[in-house]
């Protein structure tokens, strides 16, 4: 069982940025594969951002490419989202994920979650 519980939220204007904290609780943390996912309001939970258990392979979604970066430290079970130059685009409750394999980006694949926290960027 992992357990999962992201923090750094808030409400920023377009340009300036964030940087997302996600605190895991358990064991082996460093053979997950964590991500971060978004929801927008009337929207389907979407992928943002995933890196492997010992960080040697990171991907992102299109949208957020050259602009958030997603990070790890295995020795404080951590994982973090480093997002600039925000756009009122990127608001939602952004979450933290874990226990996917691969190049997992899909809900599905993963088997932990963070309750969310919420990112509001106005222009």
């Known amino acids: 069982q992992v357990q999962l519980v992201e923090s750094g939220g808030g409400s920023v204007q377009a340009g300036d940025s964030l940087r997302l904290s996600c605190a895991a609780s358990?064991?082996?943390?460093?053979?997950?594969?964590m991500a971060w996912f978004r929801q927008a309001p009337g929207k389907e939970r979407e992928f943002v951002a995933a890196i492997s258990g010992r960080g040697g392979n990171i991907h992102y979604t299109d949208s957020v490419k050259g602009r958030f970066s997603i990070s790890r430290d295995n020795a404080k079970n951590m994982v973090y989202l480093q997002m600039n130059s925000l756009k009122p685009e990127d608001t939602a409750v952004y979450y933290c994920?874990?226990?996917?394999?691969?190049?997992?980006?899909?809900?599905?694949?993963?088997?932990?979650w963070g309750q969310g926290t919420q990112v509001t960027v106005s222009s």
């Open positions: 994920a874990a226990g996917g394999i691969g190049k997992a980006i899909r809900v599905r694949e993963y088997d932990y």
């Open positions: 358990g064991r082996a943390f460093n053979t997950y594969t």
